[in-house]
């Protein structure tokens, strides 16, 4: 079974510490991703990154910075967390492709920034 | 620029009624893909369901069955005879297909599916 694991399952935060978000997945996929959930938004994409090093911007990346060192492990950075970035973090993962393969999320990681 | 609806915010039936989540979507492209995830109480997404857009076939997978309907733009998600475990946050969502880009998907806003025993 694919899985796709997060460091945190809750985290608690102050504004203006900078925050990791960890995630790693164990199918050698290609492709990794960052997402924000809140109420009635649906998923947001925050970064995407379809190889090691390499990441494109999603919706809303801003105020959001990303790493991708080993094709297993994708982090996301806030580097001065504010409030309004308190959600829910989903990571995914997928082969790489034209959009044919389905993502496979991680638990998620609700965050609150006070 | 792509999109994805789901009017439908919030449903509640009773057990063992058909229910039926709405999902409308935009997009310029011939090619793309559409899926359907659920989100359980224990909060990871699970994968149900992809359809290309050359495939208007619709689908059953025992108490499930999705209809697509390009002329309509619409790729609707049916529960029959709905089960409690049914409960849950239900998203539509869409891939554009083409270069990098085209492994992104777009979310619609979810239906929160309560089923009432």
């Known amino acids: 079974d694919v899985k796709v694991t997060q460091s945190s399952r809750y985290l608690v935060k102050r504004t203006g510490e900078k925050v990791f978000l960890e995630c790693v997945q164990d199918?050698?996929?290609?492709?990794m991703f960052w997402y924000r959930q809140d109420p009635g938004l649906g998923l947001r994409l925050i970064y995407f990154?379809?190889?090691?090093?390499?990441?494109e911007k999603g919706d809303i990346p801003e105020g959001y910075s990303v790493s991708r060192e080993k094709k297993e492990r994708f982090s996301l950075i806030l580097e001065s967390a504010s409030t309004n970035q308190t959600s829910m973090y989903l990571c995914?993962?997928?082969?790489f492709g034209t959009g044919y393969y389905e993502q496979y999320f991680g638990p998620g990681t609700r965050l609150t920034v006070t | 620029a792509q999109k994805v609806t789901q009017a439908q915010t919030e449903i509640s039936v009773v057990e063992k009624e058909d229910v039926t989540l709405d999902c409308v979507y935009e997009t310029r492209d011939t090619t793309y893909y559409l899926f359907w995830y659920k989100q359980p109480p224990s909060g990871e997404l699970v994968f149900l369901i992809r359809r290309n857009s050359f495939d208007e076939q619709n689908e059953i997978s025992g108490r499930y069955s999705w209809n697509f309907q390009k002329s309509t733009s619409s790729f609707n998600f049916t529960i029959t005879a709905s089960q409690v475990v049914d409960s849950a946050v239900y998203f539509c969502?869409?891939?554009?297909?083409?270069?990098?880009?085209?492994?992104?998907?777009?979310f619609g806003g979810g239906t929160r599916l309560m089923v009432k025993p």
């Open positions: 990154s379809y190889d090691v090093k390499m990441k």
């Open positions: 995914a993962s997928s082969f």
């Open positions: 199918m050698d996929h290609e492709n």
């Open positions: 969502a869409l891939s554009e297909g083409v270069g990098n880009a085209g492994n992104m998907l777009t």
